[in-house]
């Protein structure tokens, strides 16, 4: 029989940046209104009797250096059992803007290594990393569209790298959002490519589910 791996007593965080902050630092404090939140609405439906505790530490507009600076603050003091990144297209974004900072893929792999180590150091979390993600299926070569799908393999394939290194359990985001777009198109599941609306944020909610059930 299947079994959820987060067990009574336990402690789960989110990290992340807008799409994990989802308004919970506003009128929808403390969790906000996105995957976090319906994710544990869904533990708390399907495993009543487990007191699981959840806290959400996203922030709008984060990148990699952004986690790295707050990581202690907002990850490690509370030392969690349980912890998910979903973090990047912010890093990517300002890579490809004309006059912001960049976050090269090469800084994007050194923050986000740096981070997995100093939890790995300093706490006994198991660590769920989420792929970044654009929802979209633009093919012209000279739209910004076609230039962010290009270049977040890249990002993608540092998730992969960090993964495998430090042994972290991954969802496969994109890939699982563009099989989504082959059946239906992108405003089903979100507004713009980048922030998922109800619909895209349960798939989210949903595959957390699916990768922390044990067959």
Same mark, same amino acid.
Request: some cysteine.
């Given at each position: 029989?299947? $079994?959820?791996?987060?067990?009574?007593?336990?402690?789960? &965080?989110?990290?992340?940046?807008?799409? +994990? @902050? %989802?308004g919970r630092r506003g009128a929808n404090a403390p969790y906000g209104v996105g995957y976090?939140?319906?994710?544990?609405?869904?533990?708390?439906?399907?495993?009543?009797?487990?007191?699981?505790?959840?806290?959400?530490?996203?922030?709008?507009?984060d990148k990699t250096v952004g986690l790295r600076d707050r990581w202690e603050d907002d990850?490690?003091?509370?030392?969690?059992?349980?912890?998910?990144?979903?973090?990047?297209?912010?890093?990517?974004?300002?890579?490809?803007?004309?006059?912001?900072?960049?976050?090269?893929? $090469?800084?994007?792999?050194?923050?986000?290594?740096?981070? &997995?180590?100093?939890?790995?150091?300093? +706490? @006994? %979390?198991?660590?769920?990393?989420?792929?970044?993600?654009?929802?979209?299926?633009?093919?012209?070569?000279?739209?910004?569209?076609?230039?962010?799908?290009?270049?977040?393999?890249?990002?993608?394939?540092?998730?992969?790298?960090?993964?495998?290194?430090?042994?972290?359990?991954?969802?496969?985001?994109?890939?699982?959002?563009?099989?989504?777009?082959?059946?239906?198109?992108?405003?089903?599941?979100?507004?713009?490519?980048?922030?998922?609306?109800?619909?895209?944020?349960?798939?989210?909610?949903?595959?957390?589910?699916?990768?922390?059930?044990?067959?």
């Amino acid at each position: 029989m299947s $079994d959820f791996v987060v067990k009574d007593g336990q402690l789960f &965080l989110f990290q992340g940046d807008s799409i +994990t @902050d %989802a308004g919970r630092r506003g009128a929808n404090a403390p969790y906000g209104v996105g995957y976090a939140s319906m994710f544990r609405e869904m533990v708390i439906a399907n495993y009543p009797e487990r007191a699981i505790r959840f806290i959400n530490k996203g922030i709008g507009g984060d990148k990699t250096v952004g986690l790295r600076d707050r990581w202690e603050d907002d990850v490690i003091r509370h030392q969690p059992n349980w912890l998910s990144i979903l973090i990047g297209i912010n890093d990517l974004h300002t890579f490809l803007l004309n006059g912001q900072p960049c976050v090269t893929v $090469d800084l994007y792999r050194e923050a986000y290594s740096d981070i &997995l180590a100093m939890t790995k150091e300093k +706490t @006994d %979390a198991q660590i769920l990393l989420i792929d970044p993600f654009f929802i979209s299926v633009a093919t012209s070569e000279d739209s910004f569209r076609k230039r962010v799908l290009d270049t977040i393999v890249e990002y993608i394939a540092v998730v992969d790298e960090m993964a495998e290194e430090y042994g972290c359990m991954q969802i496969k985001l994109h890939d699982i959002y563009q099989a989504h777009l082959k059946l239906r198109e992108a405003e089903t599941f979100c507004n713009e490519p980048v922030h998922p609306g109800h619909a895209g944020h349960i798939i989210i909610a949903n595959e957390m589910m699916k990768a922390l059930t044990a067959d």
